[in-house]
């Protein structure tokens, strides 16, 4: 059973950079997608970012346009955790942000960028990015 756990959430003022990390145990299996989502009050899901592997050096990365430029998503095989590097955050960046990640044995890029919320298998309990002013 993979299990996912977010950490790096917290409180920082507009402007500002949070790392957050999500580490996956239980066998995640070659090719692998992994996304951030977040959520805030009354709002949906949104897709943050996601990241296709097929293998140690081959990615393929999506970032929502409201993050382009200045979220980063990475994933380090090796350690099986999952990145998102945050940077010149806004106010309107703080959500509970979520780890997720499907496992799919035939997976390809394609399917895997485009992939929604529900579509995913496995997800972490979240961590809160609040952005103050």
């Known amino acids: 059973q993979v299990q996912l756990v977010e950490s790096g959430g917290g409180w920082v003022p507009a402007g500002g950079s949070l790392s957050l990390s999500c580490a996956a145990s239980?066998?995640?299996?070659?090719?692998?997608?992994m996304a951030w989502f977040r959520q805030a009050p009354g709002k949906e899901r949104e897709k943050v970012a996601v990241i296709y592997s097929s293998g140690p050096n081959s990615y393929h990365t999506y970032h929502a346009d409201s993050v382009k430029g200045r979220f980063t998503v990475a994933q380090d095989n090796a350690k099986n955790t999952l990145y998102l590097q945050m940077n010149s955050l806004k106010v309107e960046d703080t959500a509970m942000y979520y780890c997720?990640?499907?496992?799919?044995?035939?997976?390809?890029?394609?399917?895997?960028?485009?992939?929604?919320?529900?579509?995913?298998?496995?997800w972490g309990q979240g961590t809160q990015v609040t952005v103050s002013s």
């Open positions: 997720a990640a499907h496992q799919e044995e035939y997976d390809n890029s394609w399917n895997c960028l485009g992939r929604a919320a529900s579509q995913y298998t496995y």
């Open positions: 239980g066998g995640l299996l070659s090719p692998t997608c």
